[in-house]
């Protein structure tokens, strides 16, 4: 096994990658919280920040690289390689995948310094261990798997930007799980650090263990911190094609909102709820996530509309050959 330990300045991956494993629809014991009040919901859910640079960095430590084939320094590329099974670890966090390249770089206010002539029978290696360079971009491919505990995420390939404080993982099978939750998107899953904000893009689904579930074109999760100075997810928004389902409705609608302290979904535009095989419309709706039950409202000088059909009571027929009960004439 190949090895390089680097000393680096890199972000906390555990919650670049993981943005989404807070998410939870319908948790148990929700704070307590005022009903709302029976009206069409007013707010609309908020856009999606474009991309924020980031100023400086957030963390430094070892990271550690490992490989069944080979370890690379491509001086031109300024680039670090590791072919073959290659795993990279930092604290908790363990990255892996076929190859990996960590690009470096000066960092910043220094120049890059020459290496110390190389002795007889040695190859110099500017630029490595050093302690003047940053890794600032580290690319992930084929068979990704980045995990910290009882967190993991998979794609065919990640990339991590430094800059723009963001982690994207792309892939045919994208899939982050906890134990109580998973998301899946078709083209994209990210992390925006400066923005506290973590996105899926592409039919993006979360479903929770309890059997709700949030679907949509794009679904954000937005961040705060708690007490304990961790991030802690406080809302969760979607655009596009937007369907809530719990145990009892499903609520379709243009863009949606999910307040997690008060375990309630609001649904914006052309909202359509059902129940079986009844249905309400409306402009918007608002969705119980521990209890399960919806309310749809319409929209300013519109009504709702309404299709209710009656389960059937009638019991069912007996059996063909079944004898009749006692005393039944």
Do not use: C
Request: glycine share 10%.
């Amino acid at each position: 096994m190949k090895r390089w330990t680097l000393l680096v300045l890199l972000p906390a991956l555990v919650a670049a990658t993981f943005g989404f494993g807070a998410i939870g629809l319908g948790a148990s014991n929700p704070p307590a919280r005022k009903a709302p009040a029976k009206q069409a919901p007013a707010p609309t859910p908020p856009p999606i920040p474009a991309p924020a640079v980031a100023e400086e960095p957030r963390d430094q430590g070892t990271l550690d690289i490992t490989s069944d084939q080979d370890l690379e320094l491509l001086q031109q590329d300024h680039a670090y390689v590791a072919r073959g099974n290659a795993i990279a670890k930092r604290g908790a966090v363990t990255l892996m995948g076929d190859t990996i390249i960590a690009y470096y770089r000066p960092l910043a206010g220094t120049a890059a310094q020459p290496a110390a002539p190389a002795k007889p029978g040695e190859t110099s290696q500017s630029g490595l261990d050093t302690g003047n360079t940053e890794i600032w971009r580290v690319v992930a491919e084929g068979n990704v798997h980045i995990f910290s505990g009882e967190r993991d995420a998979f794609g065919d390939r990640a990339e991590y930007d430094k800059d723009n404080a963001v982690i994207v993982m792309t892939g045919k099978a994208l899939k982050g799980s906890t134990l109580t939750d998973v998301v899946t998107a078709r083209d994209s899953l990210e992390y925006w650090q400066d923005l506290e904000l973590a996105v899926a893009r592409g039919d993006a689904l979360i479903v929770r263990v309890n059997g709700n579930t949030l679907a949509g074109d794009v679904v954000a999760g937005h961040f705060v911190k708690d007490a304990k100075g961790q991030d802690a997810l406080k809302t969760i928004t979607s655009k596009g094609n937007v369907v809530v389902t719990t145990l009892t409705d499903v609520v379709h609608g243009d863009e949606g909102a999910y307040d997690l302290d008060a375990q309630l979904s609001v649904v914006f535009g052309n909202v359509k709820a059902t129940r079986g095989d009844s249905e309400l419309e409306g402009q918007s709706a608002e969705v119980n996530m521990v209890t399960g039950i919806s309310q749809v409202f319409p929209g300013p000088g519109e009504r709702v509309h309404g299709l209710f059909v009656r389960e059937s009571l009638a019991p069912s027929a007996p059996a063909a050959g079944s004898k009749p009960p006692a005393g039944a004439h």
